[in-house]
């Protein structure tokens, strides 16, 4: 009888081509998504080369780091964002590989279109030049970062050399609480065992509380896996998974996909599989969350405090701890309900799906926001756009006096126009509050889409339960 197998040594299993003892796996590629800022570098490594592109069917590109989330039918005025997606466009037509560019109803953010557009599926091995391709996992497939040298491994060979990391169960089990949500999940786990605690792993997230999530919340868990250390995150598929994708473009159709699906249930973890390391926590201990440092480890229930020197769990983290505030502008041991905020971000790879929308608008729908915060809606895509403008969300947005544009990565990372001001505070939805992430000596509050529209509502930090009817 075969030893039992943990679902990920399963997708890694079938997707090694070579392997040799002491040398890293050579692993087959299935889907390789690009797009303007990592792949350049490696298009011009294939051309010293003479090498075409190995396979441009597996290969989706797209234009969303860098591109302007307002006038996108006028030229990009920012020059080097206008060269790097000018750049992808020529690599893209050499090389054989269809990309939906700005204007095209499949343009967005490259871990929010696969899924809606049917590329990703379960049992796959799926990267990209971007970390938060762990976002993928939530299908049941292996997905992960890569640097830009790999971005030209896998052009040129559809494989790539990677060493098998460790394998980590983190398990959530009981019923999410009013006004908690996938973010809030997330953001927990990772306050718990800091923004390093799962370097070298592979994360499977699992339990009740994980397997009653929609895919758009199975996919803000994955998202944010890298924001703790991992390689990536998975969460087995299931009937939802299933239904999720049915009937999508680039998905299997009729019978082709019903003879899928029976394959796909076979992707779990064998009873008796054993992971390197496994941790269980309740979903009832699980409150809104936000984080008050300078990196995603560093958060808190907001009814919470900011810990104190005294409480930290490693006495070494104090430097980095005291600096975090200095940066942020806040004391050890306050609170930061009532705190003023400048501007709330609702968007990135983390938090712009339709879900993520819908759940704003059940908070400010009839409300206004503080006339002192300036609040950015940003689809995901061009496809969750229409979708919101067909269930009138702009309207509940426009009448709130939030600005929904068009679709990026945006204020997330600051590569592009849509930049928070040095000094200014952000509650954001998005997945890192590094020092200057939303722009120069900006301030960032991650939080779920719940408390960012408590936020923009109130114009502070708010506990979004208070907004919220029973």
């Known amino acids: 009888m075969s030893q039992p197998k943990t679902l990920f040594d399963k997708i890694w299993d079938a997707h090694i081509i070579r392997k040799k003892e002491g040398f890293p796996d050579v692993l087959f590629i299935d889907r390789h998504f690009i797009h303007e800022v990592t792949s350049p570098q490696a298009f011009d490594g294939l051309r010293k080369r003479g090498i075409p592109v190995f396979n441009p069917k597996r290969i989706t590109a797209t234009a969303d780091h860098n591109v ?7 030229p990009i005025r920012e020059a080097l964002s206008r060269h790097q997606v000018e750049t992808l466009r020529k690599n893209c037509a050499e090389f054989g590989i269809e990309l939906y560019d700005l204007g095209h109803p499949y343009q967005g953010i490259v871990h929010i279109i696969g899924p809606e557009l049917g590329f990703t599926l379960p049992g796959m091995t799926i990267v990209c030049g971007d970390s938060h391709t762990s976002t993928h996992g939530a299908f049941g497939n292996i997905a992960f970062g890569i640097g830009t040298s790999e971005v030209e491994q896998v052009l040129a060979t559809q494989s790539i050399l990677q060493h098998r990391p460790k394998t980590m169960r983190i398990e959530i089990n009981g019923s999410l609480a009013k006004g908690v949500v996938a973010k809030d999940i997330i953001l927990y786990i990772i306050s718990k065992i800091s923004a390093s605690g799962a370097t070298g792993f592979f994360v499977e997230y699992a339990g009740s509380a994980i397997e009653s999530l929609s895919m758009e919340a199975r996919m803000t868990i994955c998202n944010m896996s890298i924001e703790m250390g991992a390689r990536g995150g998975l969460i087995a598929p299931d009937e939802t998974t299933f239904n999720y994708i049915r009937g999508r473009k680039f998905a299997p159709q009729g019978e082709a996909f019903e003879k899928q699906v029976e394959a796909w249930r076979k992707l779990h973890t064998d009873e008796g599989a054993v ?17 008050y440092g300078t990196n995603p480890g560093m958060g808190m229930r907001v009814t919470d405090h900011i810990p104190t020197v005294a409480e930290l769990k490693e006495i070494s983290e104090k430097t980095s701890f005291e600096k975090s505030l200095e940066y942020m502008g806040l004391e050890a041991g306050s609170s930061l309900l009532g705190k003023p905020v400048d501007y709330v971000f609702i968007g990135s790879c983390t938090n712009a799906r339709i879900e993520d929308l819908r759940l704003v608008a059940s908070v400010v729908k009839g409300k206004k926001k503080a006339s002192e915060v300036e609040v950015w809606v940003v689809p995901g895509s061009k496809q969750v756009e229409e979708q919101a403008r067909e269930e009138g969300l702009d309207k509940i947005f426009e009448e709130a006096g939030f600005e929904l544009r068009g679709p990026g990565c945006s204020a997330c990372l600051g590569m592009n126009e849509d930049k928070i001001p040095a000094g200014k505070y952000c509650i954001s939805t998005s997945n890192r509050n590094f020092e200057g992430r939303q722009g120069p000596k900006s301030r960032t509050f991650l939080a779920s889409p719940l408390s960012a529209a408590a936020a923009a509502i109130t114009g502070k930090i708010t506990d979004v339960r208070t907004l919220i009817d029973n």
């Open 68 to 74: 302007p989330t307002k006038d996108q039918h006028l």
């Open 275 to 291: 992971y390197d390391k496994v941790l269980t926590y309740n979903a009832t201990d699980i409150g809104p969350m936000i984080t």
